[in-house]
């Protein structure tokens, strides 16, 4: 708005003088970004745009800037949520302020696994791990992608004896955690546990025990189908009958809780046969003497 202005003195009028009155318009809002990072990665610069002199606060009350310019360095390192106000100065006139916001999340803990042991031939079960975020395998130490599987129960698809490591993480607010190893270990089924047969007579009073050199988990069966309650375990086994007839028995060896296919033993208790029958037989001296 102009106006002219003059002063009158006894009459006579002086020249104008022109003046200027301006009412500058608040200036618009700064635009700006909030800006999310990981804990341990570089924190970026909150950034601003806008037309006049920015000018970063860290109060609401917009009391002392922080920084003037586009780009504010905050210095931030810590997990954390910071928040801060900008605005943009023209004509000496300051914008309402934006909030920004930086974001620094911490980075999830690794999830929490366990290794699996099968024998072979069985089902093997999936790996499995738990989270609060988004759960990824990899088949590297270093968790290079791209993961193998995503999901909290993994099927490796594994099935010949043999142990394979895996590496899992949690991803939670796009921040991937430190890696846990899970092992999937199949092992191989023992061999055979070998023993002798054992041959008695009826009415011998010690009868031989069972015995194996395997180093294994032994046990003894009754049946070829293992069927429970085991007779016995450990290298030695006395089957304790006395009565003539012949009895088979099973045993098996157990590693790493993995039990071999049975081997078969026999006893046998033979009857005692009856005294043969004979006669007595006499001569005279000088003869000849007869068989007996």
Known sequence: YTFTVTQTINGCESPATTVTLSIYPIPTVPLANDAEVCAGQ???????????????????????????GNSFATGQTTAGIYTYYVTQVENNCESPSDTVVLTIYPIPSAPQTANVEVCYGLTVPDLTATGTGNIQWYDNPNAISPAVYTGSN????????????????????????????????????????????????????????????ATGDIKWYDDSLLTPPVLQTGPSFNPGETNVGVYDYYLTQSVNNCESLPFSVYLTINPVPPPPTASDSSSCFGQPVPDL
């Open 154 to 213: 993994f099927p490796t698809g594994h099935t010949a004896v043999g142990t394979y490591s895996y590496y899992v993480t949690q991803t939670v607010n796009n921040c991937e955690s430190p890696v846990a190893q899970a092992d999937l270990v199949i092992h191989p089924i023992p061999p055979s546990p070998l023993s002798n047969d054992v041959t008695v007579c009826f009415g011998d009073t010690s009868v031989p025990h069972f015995t194996t050199t």
């Open 42 to 68: 570089t924190v970026p610069d909150l950034t601003a745009s806008g037309t006049g002199i920015v000018q970063w606060y860290d109060n609401p009350g917009l009391i002392l800037p922080v920084q003037t």
